[in-house]
């Protein structure tokens, strides 16, 4: 069973956070919920059509705009 200490800590980060939209938390769930056993900072390959499926973003631009901010803001490392 995957712990919720990633799930919990990104959270509250991001209700801190006024610019991060509801895309943004879908897709790292989905990013969470395709990750592996191992846990935090394990390397895993996931598809982008994936996380877009899993996380409801329908467009790629979405899905890239998502990506790039919340790994730049520090949310989680890509």
Do not use: W
């Amino acid at each position: 069973m995957k712990s919720a200490f990633p799930v919990d800590q990104f959270i509250r980060r991001a209700a801190a956070d006024a610019q991060l939209l509801p895309s943004h938390v879908a897709l790292f769930m989905a990013i969470f919920h395709y990750s592996p056993e191992g846990g935090v900072g394990t390397v895993f390959q996931v598809s982008r059509s994936k996380l877009m499926q899993f996380s409801k973003i329908r467009a790629n631009a979405t899905y890239h705009k998502c990506l790039g901010e919340s790994g730049a803001s520090g949310l989680y490392r890509l």
